[in-house]
């Protein structure tokens, strides 16, 4: 029998670095471009350019990272001020690769596309009652996520004041899903919209103060965000959460086993509710049940818009 000698595999020392960065190369690489989109945990902003003095104060335990852009603006975060000014010095945009010098910069376009959306050049200029955006391009909108209170339902009033004075001055971004447009039941955009002033998401706004509530029939992007801002606003009792006194706390709502609505005595949706039983308003707001479109508060005496038949009783009774 014959035996062969095996010999060691010598590999000159470029060509093992050759094929280890082959490997690893594009991990680091894209490490080094999340780590581009960067922020504090606490903070409300976002930093894309490495030459931006903020970022390079951030430590590192305080720092967090995104995979893109829009990761950090679904957070409600906005593009920090230094980054925007060095990335239109250097005539680029954030999150993107540094254009040849050869080409001119591109300008804004009217339409730009994200992972979680299509940001539209479209303003808002009227909101209507029950949460419909009316679009300077002739569209209609709705924010996405974002449960509103129609009329007369609590907040209806104060949450179509915000919504008049605030959309207008944000930018608007509709949801898209495989490259289209998503809209709701009436045919309205999906939309999110983050405020100019500080960055800040308003449907999270609107859900803070206690104008509206997170949508519990659909899966927003957002959702997880606008969940904490119910939980917030529910357990500090404001706006549609606050307990009511007197006779208004005490009338009878009608609710369903497993269903995250309250209802109208007698409501239609009756039917189809498991196990439906009668509780007070009071007692559907500390379970954090929503209102359903066909409820209105009841209508008391002390109200303004007391029906006539309601003076015609009370005036009776003072005669006899």
């Not at 993107?96 to 299509?118: H, I």
């Not at 800040?200 to 029939?217: C, H, Q, T, V």
Request: hydrophobic share 35%; proline share 6%.
């Amino acid at each position: 029998m014959i035996r062969f000698k095996r010999q060691p595999v010598r590999v000159r020392p470029d060509t093992a670095l050759a094929i280890v960065f082959s490997f690893i190369g594009p991990v680091l690489a894209l490490a080094l471009q999340t780590d581009l989109i960067v922020g504090t945990a606490s903070g409300k902003v976002y930093h894309t350019h490495p030459d931006c003095t903020s970022l390079k104060k951030i430590a590192p335990e305080n720092r967090v990272s995104f995979t893109s852009v829009s990761m950090a603006e679904r957070e409600g975060r906005r593009l920090c001020k230094t980054c925007e000014k060095l990335h239109a010095r250097d005539g680029d945009r954030p999150g993107a690769t540094k254009q040849s010098e050869n080409k001119p910069a591109s300008t804004q376009p009217d339409v730009a596309n994200t992972s979680d959306g299509t940001i539209v050049s479209a303003r808002v200029v009227k909101a209507l009652p029950g949460g419909t955006l009316v679009l300077d391009n002739g569209d209609k909108a709705a924010l996405h996520g974002v449960g509103v209170p129609v009329e007369r339902q609590e907040m209806a009033r104060e949450c179509l004041k915000a919504l008049s004075e605030q959309a207008p001055i944000g930018t608007v971004t509709a949801i898209s899903r495989d490259e289209s447009p998503v809209r709701d039941s009436l045919g309205r955009l999906c939309v999110h919209v983050v405020l100019a002033s500080d960055g800040s998401d308003l449907g999270a706004s609107l859900i803070r103060e206690g104008l509206a509530w997170a949508d519990p029939s659909t899966r927003p992007l957002r959702g997880s965000q606008y969940e904490k801002c119910e939980m917030e606003a529910w357990e500090k009792g404001k706006g549609i959460w606050k307990r009511l006194d007197g006779s208004a706390g005490q009338s009878d709502v009608l609710v369903g086993r497993f269903a995250p609505y309250f209802h109208p005595v007698n409501c239609r949706h009756e039917v189809h509710l498991t196990e439906p039983t009668r509780i007070t308003l009071n007692e559907a707001k500390a379970r954090r049940l929503k209102p359903c479109d066909r409820y209105q508060m009841p209508r008391l005496p002390s109200d303004a818009t007391v029906s006539k038949s309601t003076l015609e009783k009370g005036t009776n009774e003072e005669k006899e």
